[in-house]
């Protein structure tokens, strides 16, 4: 049988490309059956018909064939297309022999061409087009004979003798991805707690979601009620300054909802779902929701007053934004959604690039399946495969908690697991009280290092991941746990032990991609703008920085300190996560203006030497050991006090609700302090209480969160059936 009557990939592209690229075989067979779809589909609906279509059908073919992830072959390839057209177009060059590459390159990457290109887009292109030919070069050299190397010559892009280093676009760039996530950072510095606390609210309203879907799914089968089938119940009842919603679903399963949507389904399909046989059987059968509407309640009657957004994801499901949504679409549908992506912050306004923020590139995270995805064209409100949403709601808000609790990079995180010698529970006897504390760490092997570190998180985070344990061993296995192998950027060579690693679904780890995926989904909607107006997506490496900035700006750690607790080796990096922002640097200026006859300088920062840090540890540990009793909550700190012993305000201690009497009676005598030193005029004593007020009603809001959250997890609402 001839070829084209066998490969996809040889009937799609076989009068685009040149068949000597196509046809090319080694001893495992054509190399473009490695091919990922996703790429040929770009391939041929991008990159045809070009001077360099040829060039890029083997870059494709090679990278394919290379064991590399297949983002980075799908980001490889769309910067080389997108830089090389708009070049050939600029300079109206009719073939690669007239590209004379260093020339053509040289004027780009000074801005002379296209000057619109920032420089963080040429100094990427220009990476990518250096790395790509040099491995072309090598495998045309290496991998050919001498008859081969003649035929695939032509195909080769044009070496370049150009080192970025000539050229200020690679150090323009730094510098701007710098300023960038300093910006981002300075957005999102102020609302860190809050960022913090909206991932378990979240959770916490999925939990209630499913909750009271397997309420009305076990109703259904002990009274047989036909479906489909009417419940509500109400959302935010323990949360005092949210209004309470009434939230109303209808239960269906697959046959039902096929019959009472019959005029859009086929008669074969309608009868298997009357004789409930094929996809319709019992074995394959799956219950799920439809959102129908959320409806905000007065306050004194309890009766519905206006209709209300609901669930925070639903404009994921809504606009159908999960996975690679711009299949089968129009270009005028593309688009559409493509306004959507930048209203939440997921795709720059200037990208070519089709933003994909919720593919999870892992079965049973966010995947609605094909049925929900399909039927939901007919359906009045919004379906919902429910067990989806919780477990990759869970997964998102335990990667979230833990990312801001600890300040830990996305490779350590992924290195979680069940195993022996990950989680630890501290328990040392405070000498002043002869009480019993715990702190709460999990050991991974952090960036550039060999051995694991300890990462500090809190009670809240085990829970989280005893509850995906739980999850895990008694609903998804149904037994114990398995070892699977690390699969976070094994492209890149990452290797780390098999483990049962809490980021896993069907025996597989997750990969950079899925835990992306999940933390988009969690932080949905959570909208932050830098000081020109442009929309923050929060990035695991994004919160890092925050938690860094808020430890020694906004908590006025040492930098040292925070080196220890995010294990950082260099203190220079260390400064750059935690530099002020330009909010921070507003809020101190303006209060030096009112005080411009103290020779304070608000802004210093004192490294200290290794020596002086062994003085202190020595001084401090007789008089602040770890897990000591405080005003307003327990010191957890196992190093050196970071705050000399200023305990309001300092962030290794947990506030505790039981305790906010003496954070309120501490606050109190504040005040007085305060006014006491205005009016004696001892301005920097006022100042010093100013800070320490400020401080304290941080911790109380900390506290008030605190409160609410657990209120809001405690929370049981009553199934509300809908009766005719």
């Not at 799914?217 to 002990?222: D, G, N, P, R």
């Not at 296995?477 to 980021?503: A, D, M």
């Not at 109380?700 to 209120?711: D, F, G, S, T, V």
Request: hydrophobic share 35%.
């Amino acid at each position: 049988m001839a070829i084209d009557e066998l490969e996809l990939w040889y009937q799609q592209l076989k009068s685009k490309v040149d068949d000597n690229i196509l046809l090319y075989q080694d001893k495992r067979g054509y190399l473009w059956d490695k091919v990922h779809p996703a790429h040929l589909r770009y391939f041929k609906n991008n990159c045809c018909g070009y001077p360099f279509t040829n060039h890029l059908a083997l870059v494709l073919m090679l990278t394919s064939n290379q064991n590399l992830d297949p983002k980075t072959i799908s980001i490889n390839l769309q910067v080389l297309n997108i830089v090389l057209r708009s070049l050939f177009q600029e300079l109206k060059v009719a073939s690669v022999h007239d590209f004379d590459v260093d020339i053509h390159l040289s004027d780009y990457l000074r801005g002379e061409i296209l000057p619109s290109h920032s420089d963080h887009k040429k100094s990427a292109f220009f990476g990518h087009y250096k790395t790509t030919v040099k491995k072309m070069q090598s495998w045309h050299s290496t991998k050919l004979t001498k008859e081969q190397q003649e035929v695939f010559a032509p195909f080769l892009l044009p070496q370049t003798h150009l080192d970025s280093k000539d050229f200020k676009v690679a150090k323009a760039a730094k510098k701007s991805a710098q300023s960038k996530r300093k910006s981002e950072t300075d957005a999102i510095s102020k609302e860190f707690l809050i960022i913090r606390a909206q991932g378990g609210f979240r959770l916490n309203q999925v939990r209630r979601l499913r909750q009271k879907y397997l309420e009305a799914v076990e109703l259904v089968k002990a009274n047989d009620y036909p479906l489909p089938f009417d419940f509500a119940y109400i959302e935010n009842e323990k949360r005092g300054n949210v209004s309470k919603e009434l939230f109303s679903f209808r239960l269906w399963d697959k046959s039902s909802f096929v019959l009472h949507h019959r005029e859009h389904y086929r008669a074969a399909t309608i009868r298997q779902a009357e004789k409930r046989n094929s996809t319709f059987s019992d074995e394959k059968n799956e219950y799920f929701v439809e959102f129908l509407k959320a409806e905000m309640l007065d306050d004194e009657t309890g009766e519905p007053v206006e209709e209300t957004e609901g669930f925070w994801f639903l404009p994921i499901l809504e606009h159908q934004l999960i996975g690679v949504w711009y299949q089968s679409l129009s270009e005028e549908q593309i688009n559409e959604k493509l306004k959507i992506l930048e209203m939440y912050g997921y795709r720059e306004p200037d990208s070519e690039d089709k933003s994909v923020p919720f593919l999870a590139n892992r079965k049973g995270i966010l995947a609605q399946g094909t049925f929900i995805t399909n039927s939901q064209q007919y359906a009045d409100g919004i379906l919902m495969n429910v067990e989806v949403l919780y477990i990759t709601a869970l997964f998102g808000a335990t990667a979230l908690d833990i990312f801001t609790a600890s300040g830990a990079r996305l490779g350590e995180v992924a290195q979680v697991h069940f195993g022996n010698g990950c989680f630890h529970k501290g328990s040392i006897t405070d000498p002043k009280t002869n009480k019993k504390k715990k702190t709460h760490m999990f050991r991974a092997v952090p960036k550039g290092r060999d051995e694991p570190a300890v990462f500090y998180v809190n009670k809240d985070t085990f829970e989280l991941i005893k509850e995906i344990g739980f999850y895990l061993k008694d609903t998804h296995y149904e037994g114990s746990i398995p070892t699977v192998e690390f699969n976070y950027q094994k492209y890149r060579g990452i290797s780390r032990p098999n483990q049962p690693y809490v980021f896993q679904l069907h025996g597989r780890h997750f990969g950079h991609q899925t835990l992306g995926c999940i933390l988009n989904f969690i932080c949905f909607g959570l909208i932050y703008e830098t000081q020109d107006k442009k929309l923050v997506k929060l990035k695991p490496h994004l919160l890092r920085h925050g938690f860094a900035t808020h430890a020694v700006q906004a908590k006025e750690f040492s930098i040292d300190v925070v080196a220890m607790i995010l294990n950082q080796k260099d203190l220079e990096v260390t400064g750059y996560y935690s530099q002020p922002t330009q909010t921070q640097v507003a809020e101190v200026i303006t209060d030096f203006h009112t005080s411009m006859n103290t020779e304070i300088d608000m802004m210093k920062e004192v490294l200290r030497q290794p020596e002086e840090l062994r003085a202190l540890f020595e001084r401090q540990k007789k008089i602040s050991g770890p897990f000591s009793e405080t005003v307003g909550g327990t010191c957890v700190t196992n190093k050196v006090c970071p705050t000399k012993l200023a305990c309001i305000g300092c962030v290794t201690k947990i506030p505790e609700p039981d305790k906010k009497h003496e954070l309120i009676a501490y606050l109190k005598w504040a005040e007085e302090s305060k006014d006491y030193f205005k009016e004696n005029r001892m301005d920097m004593e006022e100042m010093k209480m100013k800070q320490v007020i400020h401080d304290a009603k941080v911790e109380m809001k900390e506290i008030a969160l605190i409160e609410e959250y657990r209120r809001d997890k405690e929370n049981e609402p009553k199934l509300i059936i809908e009766k005719e």
